[in-house]
């Protein structure tokens, strides 16, 4: 693991292109499509063949609301998954808050631990990685999904955010994960308002500006799918917020982002190589 090439790096110049495979039954987005081992395979080896560089892999779904799975019931979601992805030559990714998983997700051949709880939600997790040392994705992250929502409460969503971010990076070095393979992921959606969303995509270079690679994971989110919508009204369904996504990955692109976490690869692929071919267009050519 020590080994691995890192921060990963296209040689486009575009940011890193995590696809998404949740292997659960209720994810927001996808919530079934995936989930028997099979087909979360086959969407995993799609996904790259679209041009995905990393694969993430989960089996606890996180949206607002969502019960936690056991251990037991994880393990048996990710695993065959993430075997089968890695020994295909795909970098995959585990997203998971649980040291355990991450442990024997990395020995079954991933090389990434995705924690949208940044290491706060098992006390082993922080410990495993530095001893692995795994690239490691740490998000804000105020708590679990059940109740995350009520804690949505800033003054001021950027500098707290930003805040609450440098400290736990200061934290997780200090535990000994290494400063090098520490990426930072703001948790849009995670604890946020729409309000609170889009301040922090406005103000995304102050999350940059914390030093560590950056990982903006818009994607179908629910703050999209409200664009266009009157108050009251339904957001759109996740598969119809692609286009909204694909912006704001452009947006975190422009802006210097690592990388960007996307259920639908090619939309975003699309509108980052047209974004990229207007910024290098020349004269004569």
Known sequence: MSSTAWPLRRTDGL?????VVN????????GGEWFEPSAAIAHGQELVAQGADVVDVGGESTR??????????ELRRVLPVVEALAHD????????MRAQVAEQALRAGA????????????????AL???????FVAMHWRGHSADMQSRAVYD?????????????????????VAADRLVLDPGFGFAKLAHHNWLLLR??????DLGHPVLVGTSRKTFLGRLGRADGEAPRPPAERDVATAATSVHAARLGAWGVRVHHVPSTLDALRATAAIDHATDGG
């Open 64 to 73: 607002p609301g969502a019960q936690r799975p056991s251990v037991q019931e």
């Open 203 to 208: 103000h995304l270079d102050r999350v940059l």
């Open 156 to 176: 001021d969503v950027v500098a707290q955010v930003c805040a609450e971010l440098a400290e736990r990076a200061r934290t997780l070095v200090a535990a000994g």
């Open 89 to 96: 030559g795909v970098v995959v990714s585990v997203d998971t």
């Open 23 to 30: 292997v659960t039954p209720d994810s927001f987005s996808d």
């Open 15 to 19: 940011p890193v292109v995590m696809g």
């Open 129 to 135: 990685v530095a001893r692995s040392g795994a690239p």
């Open 111 to 126: 090389t990434v631990v995705n924690d949208v709880s940044g290491g706060l939600a098992d006390d082993a997790m922080v």
